[in-house]
């Protein structure tokens, strides 16, 4: 054996040598580096991310960085400086064996858009291992009768480097009987053999001590030494010969325990003993050999008690020897290849080589998800391996490289539908049969604002009470949003509109939140009686959606309002109302006429009259509904020609509102006067004009009754046109100094005859510019105030009556209709 003085000096040196001629190149788009093995950690390979065509920032923006298929991370990538450097000690025997070849294919990945370059670095072999022979020494046993020339096969020297690092020759010591020769064997290997070159005397020397050195083709060279022993022996003349120098072999590797996979055989020529042969394998026969085969020493059968791996080891050599039984021993030797056949026993791997990135669901078709590659131990179409997506998902795999793919978008994606995707990948290799694997990738969907706020209904109805409380709850809307997290967050707001020329913001507010309405200030029914509110829900979304509604406030009328006196007009404005009725006047005898109207509507505008207090309550009556005063009985003698009338008007709201009128009457002799409105002025005919005024007053008397008797037909016969249901409406055309000319009357009829209810719709009598109606009965709930309510005997009269008192000066035409 040699010594190994300054190994670790020359080593390093060469280390470094190789180090600074480093080298690389791009070969059809893969980037390709090449360095020794042994180089320490951090050594540089190269610049990886000038290569790649990426500057200092995108090393941190698009992440880069390195995955090994070998699984061992032998590499990493300097941040800094984008430098592919060593991350821990590569020897390239233990990596590659003794292949000529050694190549570690690295991924290179990028994020933002994920992308995958394929890296390869060769590692090139140092002359860092030194020849061993499996024994440090061999006994050779040679009959003293050996005819020259004989050679005697010896144990050839193992270097785990390859290449011009590896055995390139072997010398013996000097001596005087032996020589070396070199034979190659089929492996392109050098195997060493002892020739005889001179006749051997046992007699003048029995033992022969020869050292072989093998040499290896570093520089500088390394060797290794063994020590042979030959014994000269006694004649046993003729040598063991196989009928084979070397038998080949093919066996699957499944082979089962114990099946024989050739039979060796020798003959010798001797006799007796001399020509017994055992069969054993050759001597320093490694043990991992003899734990999978068995050699039969008597028949020389060889068969299988291990299992074979072809991806452990494809090809096995044996040696086997074959020794008689004579004196002394002689030996044959033969080889035997063992060449193991492919079987598809290895299921194909599926690797991540990138982890999933979330995928925006909004992402085009193409986008890559993940990068996947797929390995199989097998070789042939054992190791061919293919990769497949389950149907219907929204994705496909798109071949890169090699056994290379990249997990991409093939279709559109809605996280509402579905937040992720845990997608199975089946990779299936080419065997027969073939053998399959299964992974499953999560894939997250991240959710895009893509859908906008949707309210619960598009238009809500409110219905509020006038007069409520400033800062109430009116109401509360709510939306929700099938997108999440920020954009599934709503936020509630109030559209700028005129309400009455005012910003509907001074009316109410939103609580953006929650989605609830408040009152900004009570309301007047009498006012504003409906009003509509655009609310908006956005959500927080980039860039945001929002939907509108529409919500319908409706104010509800509440009693606020007490009746105000119309008629006597002077009573209405707070002084009495003096009135004048002839000392002859009967029973039933019409006195005057008390008319009030309600702001409220409905229920609440429903009026009744009452005599409340009365100088004499025993001589005038008031109709409840109409506010008529006439006299019970007739006047007396004996009754004051002063009277006083205290007449109470209330409503039929809750609570009661009321008001009460004062009437003076004062009774007087041989008067016959009508009863005019307090409007127009009472004034004394003159003599001149008294025939002028009879022929005025006899004509407009012809008039009235011509039309009440139009009336009257006309109303019999809406009556007899429809008995279920008509309406019965005049209209009239005020003088020129009233602003509204327009004024329609409805009546309704019972089935009987009587009227039901009368209704006015036109100029207020006050404001003469919002329109009101006159109810006699129930009817109707939005009714602004009532003049009378009818009785079962009022008829046409008492409503032209009504008219005639409260509008003078008119000219009305009706329509009629009858109500069962």
Not at 180 to 209: N, T, Y
Request: hydrophobic share 35%; charged share 25%; aromatic share 6%.
């Amino acid at each position: 054996m040699t010594k190994r003085v300054g190994h670790r000096d020359w080593r390093w040196q060469a280390l470094w040598w190789y180090y600074f001629c480093l080298l690389w190149s791009t070969i059809d788009g893969q980037t390709r580096y090449s360095i020794p093995e042994e180089l320490k950690q951090g050594s540089v390979v190269g610049n990886i991310a000038k290569d790649l065509g990426l500057g200092l920032s995108d090393i941190f923006d698009r992440k880069l960085r390195v995955a090994s298929e070998a699984g061992q991370q032998y590499f990493t990538v300097d941040a800094g400086k984008g430098e592919l450097v060593v991350n821990e000690r590569i020897d390239r025997e233990a990596l590659c064996g003794q292949s000529v070849s050694c190549v570690l294919p690295l991924q290179a990945v990028t994020e933002n858009p994920l992308q995958l370059q394929r890296i390869e670095v060769e590692i090139r072999d140092i002359n860092d291992n030194f020849p061993v022979f499996m024994a440090a020494e061999r006994s050779l046993k040679i009959a003293e009768s050996t005819a020259i020339g004989i050679r005697f096969p010896l144990e050839a020297a193992q270097d785990q480097d390859v290449g011009s690092n590896s055995v390139k020759s072997y010398s013996l010591s000097k001596n005087d009987c032996f020589s070396l020769k070199l034979k190659e064997s089929s492996e392109d290997r050098q195997v060493p053999e002892l020739v005889l070159e001179k006749m051997l005397d046992r007699e003048k020397q029995s033992i022969h001590e020869l050292l072989l050195t093998a040499l290896d083709g570093g520089n500088p060279v390394k060797t290794g030494t063994t020590k042979i022993i030959v014994t000269v022996l006694d004649n046993n003349d003729n040598v063991p010969v196989f009928k084979k120098p070397l038998y080949n072999v093919s066996v699957p590797e499944n082979s089962l325990t114990g099946a024989v996979l050739v039979k060796v055989e020798a003959t010798d020529a001797d006799e007796g003993v001399n020509g017994e042969i055992e069969y054993a394998f050759a001597e320093h026969t490694p043990q991992s050999l003899l734990s999978i085969f068995k050699l039969d020493s008597k028949t020389g059968e060889i068969s299988l008690i291990g299992k074979l791996d072809y991806e452990s080891n494809s090809v096995h050599e044996l040696r086997i020897t074959a020794r008689d039984k004579g004196v002394p021993e002689m030996e044959g030797h033969c080889r035997v290849k063992v060449r193991v056949i492919d079987i598809n026993d290895n299921i194909p791997e599926i690797v991540l080589t990138s982890t999933p990135n979330p995928v925006r669901e909004d992402a085009p078709r193409g986008t890559v998800v993940a990068l996947i590659s797929a390995r199989d131990l097998d070789s042939g179409d054992n190791g061919k391996v293919t990769l497949k997506l389950t149907k219907g998902s929204p994705f496909s795999l798109k071949p890169s490289f090699s056994n290379n793919y990249a997990l991409v978008t093939n279709g559109i994606l809605d996280r509402e539908f579905s937040s992720g995707y845990n997608i199975e990948v089946t990779a299936t290799d080419a065997g027969s049969p073939p053998l399959s694997s299964k992974k499953n990738i999560p894939v997250s969907i991240t959710d895009v604002n893509d859908n906008p706020p949707v309210f619960t209904q598009p238009s809500y109805n409110v219905y509020l009470k006038e007069n409520g409380v400033a800062g109430s709850i009116l109401f509360s809307v709510s939306a929700s949003d099938l997108d999440f997290g920020e954009n599934a967050k709503i936020s509630y707001s109030i559209l700028d509109s005129k309400v009455q020329d005012v910003s509907v913001s001074s009316y109410v507010y939103i609580n953006s939140d929650n989605g609830s309405i408040y009152s900004m200030h009570s309301f007047d029914y009498e006012k504003l009686k409906v009003f509509q509110i655009q609310v908006q829900a956005k959500d927080q979304g980039s860039p945001s959606l929002s939907t509108n509604a529409t919500v319908h406030v409706f104010i509800l009328d509440q009693n606020d309002n007490a009746p105000a006196v119309i008629y006597p007009s002077s009573a209405a404005l707070g002084s009495l109302s003096h009135q004048r009725m002839p000392r002859s006047a009967k029973a039933g005898h019409l006195v005057t006429k008390v008319t009030a109207v309600d702001a409220d509507s409905g229920h609440n505008a429903w009026i009744s009259y009452k005599l409340a207090e009365a100088t004499d309550a025993s001589l005038f009556t008031v109709n409840l509904y109409t506010g008529e005063v006439r006299t019970k009985r007739a006047v007396s003698e004996q009754d004051d020609s002063s009277q006083r009338l205290l007449i109470e008007i209330k409503d039929d709201g809750e609570p009661v509102q009321s008001a009460t009128v004062t009437v003076s009457i004062l009774m007087e002799d041989a008067l016959h006067e009508p009863i005019l409105d307090i409007r127009h002025k009472v004034t004394e005919p003159s003599k001149k004009t008294g025939r002028i005024t009879l022929y005025l007053i006899l004509s407009l008397a012809s008039v009235s009754v011509l039309s009440l008797v139009t009336f009257l037909i006309l109303a019999v016969k809406c009556i007899r046109n429809s008995r279920s249901s008509g309406s019965c409406c005049m209209r009239r055309t005020d003088c020129d100094d009233y602003k509204n000319p327009n004024r329609n009357l409805q009546i309704q009829l019972n089935t009987d005859g009587p009227i039901k209810y009368v209704e006015v719709l036109g100029g207020d009598m006050l404001s003469q510019s919002q329109s009101f109606r006159s109810c006699m009965s129930p009817m109707s709930e939005y009714s602004d105030f009532t003049l009378i309510k009818p009785s079962s005997t009022t008829d046409f009269k008492e409503v032209i009556s009504v008219l005639d008192a409260s509008l003078p000066d008119s000219t009305w035409t009706f329509e009629s209709q009858q109500v069962s």
